[in-house]
């Protein structure tokens, strides 16, 4: 890269030496880096292509440190701009003049070491020349600060490979000094006055606070005027004084770099020999004549400046620590813990949507609200996973303590959960979710289930009753169930409130090796008015859809559900099952729920098989089928998905079964909860089992001779 500075040149030199230049200084503010990984995740993903952006500086402020070039979050477009649009910059702000610039962003860390950075360079100089030829930069002079951003932004580990270059046109021969002295000592002092009010105006303006570039002009009575570039033609006048001015960001001797633009503008355009400039410089919000500079310099305009194919050379790379290489910065130590661990979960997420899944909803999964019944090994498992897909709304329910044997193989507790007596296992996998991610909205719920088989006495009556009204609650306020407990009985009451409320149920369950994850279908209501009392019954069993509804946890049960702890032996009352098959049980589960989703029918979809075509008429779902059911084996390392319908006799779901818990409420509840029959009886099961009980085969009592073929009956 071309040699960019040379030896300094004092204030007050009279000698003509080359006009030196202070480069210009970066700075990224770390909201751009934050506003660029969020653009880059949520709408940008592999494309490449260069963005506009906006860099903003001021006249320098301070004797002691110049002003930078930065870039802030509003440096970069916004969400509903495309991507080749500018930033919807205000305008006004004295205190940020605004520059084009061009951000190339790549993909990965060797593609921004392969930049060809002279042809970079060399487009963006073109651009400066191009609006210096065709009039733009004396209509908008900003344009004349044109800057260049590569980077590479490592969104894993939250570091930011980052160059600047601030593209300057190159005179040959270079313009030469002649004069340079303090603005306080090469004005008269009337026109010391007359500048710094009219200088003084020209900030506070709404209209010119943010232009960069312009004229000053002095009459005779030293009265000074600051005019636009394209009003030259006006500052022709005879016995004027006539100043180039501009923001000068450096506090240094020499002026600062945009004047080296400036100066092949007027080369190009007016044709001077010899010009003033003003290095406008302020202190407190005024002009500040001391530390601002006028300096007379000689202009030899080389062969072809005239010709706007004739591009001159450019120059404009940053230089870090006095050497032309880039800039690194790492976020990660600087970010809020929380932020960066919302930012790191998303990630996966958000990479999805790259190429594999576009239509992944991530809005829809960080809003939805999750009930977990029974925070065991399942719940466990289900927490982490639904977490993992981007959900932020976790409650656990159970009423069980940890205890020593659950941290193996329940995921969110530990050792410490278990001493003086156990922590409750709702309160202590709620604590670890937040642990584990602070963003999540986990809350514990400690209760017990009303269960069907499990008669209570006029003393618990009133707790039941509590338990049940806030199960009915936790329910309602919740968008998805998951049934996630150890008995089948515990399974009862969430199922009835799920389909009585019409919510998203999934249910898992295990065996010693094989396991069942499947979804509910909707409640028997769920397509007629609420407080219907007389239906059809077969078109209570109809989806939205015409389909036939799928059935849920009980529906193909031909028993009411009961006690089936007692006269149990401790394995049997224990959930005894290979240790690999929770995860797997969980996942699933958590799979299928993000799948309902997903699917444009929602919890109303047919249910799908292995290798069938999709139920959403015709076009695949995003995430593939949806299956009603999911039975899998450890023991022979297989699984099928299956379809069950609803059953009109199903003691949780049914239409019977839900009309009569909408009339009697906890009137009813009581009667399935103490008395074993009454949800058979209700359901007609009672009946069906009599008439199986009494259904005899009658057998002919002649003997038959069994050598005649003829006489042999094919049961």
């Known amino acids: ?177 002649v004069e340079s002295k303090r603005a306080s000592e090469w004005f008269t002092s009337e026109e010391v006055k007359s500048v710094s009010v009219a200088c003084n105006d020209w900030r506070n303006s709404s209209l010119t ?58 080369s190009s355009r007016w ?19 001391e530390s601002s500079l006028v300096i007379e310099a000689l202009i030899t305009a080389p062969q072809g400046l005239n010709d706007r194919q004739l591009v001159p050379n450019a120059v404009g790379w940053e230089k870090n620590k006095n050497k032309y290489v880039y800039r690194c910065i790492n976020l990660a130590t600087s970010m809020d813990p929380t932020r960066l661990a919302v930012s790191a979960a998303d990630l996966n997420l958000k990479l999805m949507r790259w190429r594999a899944l576009p239509s992944l909803n991530l809005d829809e999964l960080s809003s939805v609200k999750c009930l977990l019944i029974g925070a065991g090994t399942l719940g466990c498992q289900v927490a982490r996973m639904l977490m993992a897909w981007g959900v932020r709304k976790i409650t656990l329910l159970d009423n069980g303590r940890v205890a020593m044997s659950n941290p193996l193989r329940q995921s969110l507790y530990t050792l410490d959960d278990c001493l003086d007596g156990g922590d409750f296992k709702a309160l202590a996998a709620a604590k670890s979710l937040k642990r584990i991610f602070p963003a999540v909205e986990a809350k514990g719920e400690v209760m017990a289930i009303p269960m069907p088989g499990h008669p209570v006495t006029n003393q618990e009556e009133k707790s039941v009753v509590d338990d049940c009204s806030r199960l009915y609650d936790l329910v309602d306020s919740h968008d998805a169930v998951f049934l996630l407990t150890d008995t089948r009985e515990s399974r009862w009451l969430p199922t009835l409130l799920c389909a009585s409320a019409n919510k998203i149920t999934i249910t898992a369950a295990l065996g010693f090796d094989s396991f069942l994850v499947m979804r509910h279908g909707p409640g028997p209501f769920s397509s007629v008015h609420a407080n219907t009392s007389s239906v059809d019954m077969e078109n209570l069993a109809q989806t939205d859809k015409g389909g036939k509804r799928l059935g849920c946890y009980f529906c193909n049960d031909v028993v009411a559900p009961t006690d089936s702890t007692a006269n149990r032996t401790l394995d049997q009352q224990c959930t005894v099952t290979r240790p690999g098959l929770a995860p797997i049980a969980s996942s699933l589960a958590v799979e299928l729920f993000v799948s309902i989703l997903h699917h444009p029918d929602g919890m109303f979809a047919e249910g799908d098989i292995t290798n069938s075509t999709s ?80 259904f005899k085969l009658d057998w002919d009592d002649e003997t038959d001779d069994f050598d005649d073929d003829d006489d042999c009956v094919e049961i």
């Open 209 to 266: 606070a943010d232009v960069p570039f312009f004229f000053i002009s002095i009459a005779s009575n030293s009265h000074a005027t600051i005019r636009h570039l394209k009003d030259w033609e006006a500052c022709q006048a005879d016995n004027q004084k006539v100043l180039f001015g501009f923001y000068d960001p450096c506090h240094e001797k020499d002026p600062g770099w945009p004047l080296r633009n400036f100066l092949a503008l007027i």
């Open 615 to 694: 139920s959403s008429g015709g076009s695949e779902p995003p995430l593939g089928i949806l299956p009603h059911q999911i039975r899998g084996s450890l023991f022979h390392f297989s699984q099928m998905t299956l379809v069950g319908h609803s059953s009109n006799s199903c003691t949780a779901c049914c239409s019977t079964v839900v009309s009569e818990y909408r009339k009697k409420g906890i009137e009813f509840l009581l009667q399935a909860i103490n008395h074993p029959t009454y949800l058979e009886d209700l359901t007609g099961l009672t009946e069906l089992k009599e008439s199986a009980n009494s």
């Open 271 to 289: 044709n001077l020999k010899s010009v003033h400039f003003l290095c406008f410089r302020e202190s407190r919000g005024f002009m500040d004549m």
């Open 1 to 177: 890269m071309a040699q960019e500075e040379k030896s300094r040149s004092g204030c007050g030199s009279s000698s003509s030496t080359i006009l030196q230049f202070v480069p210009f200084n970066s700075l990224a503010d770390e909201g751009f880096w934050h506003r660029l990984s969020s653009l880059k995740l949520n709408k940008y993903g592999i494309d490449d292509s260069p963005i506009p952006i906006t860099g903003f500086y001021a006249p320098c402020s301070h004797s002691q440190v110049s002003n930078h070039l930065r870039l802030l979050a509003e440096s970069l477009p916004t969400d509903e701009n495309d991507q080749s649009s500018m930033p919807a910059i205000s305008r006004g702000n004295r205190n940020r003049c605004p520059v084009p610039g061009t951000l190339y962003n790549t993909n990965t860390l060797e593609a921004f070491h392969a930049l060809d950075k002279k042809s970079l360079l060399k487009e963006e100089a073109n651009k400066i020349w191009e609006d210096i030829h065709n009039g733009r930069a004396v209509e908008d002079s900003a344009v004349l600060s044109r800057f260049l951003l590569i980077s590479f932004a490592d969104l894993k580990k939250w570091s930011f490979h980052y160059w600047f270059a601030f593209p300057a046109l190159v005179l040959d021969p270079p313009a030469t000094l």
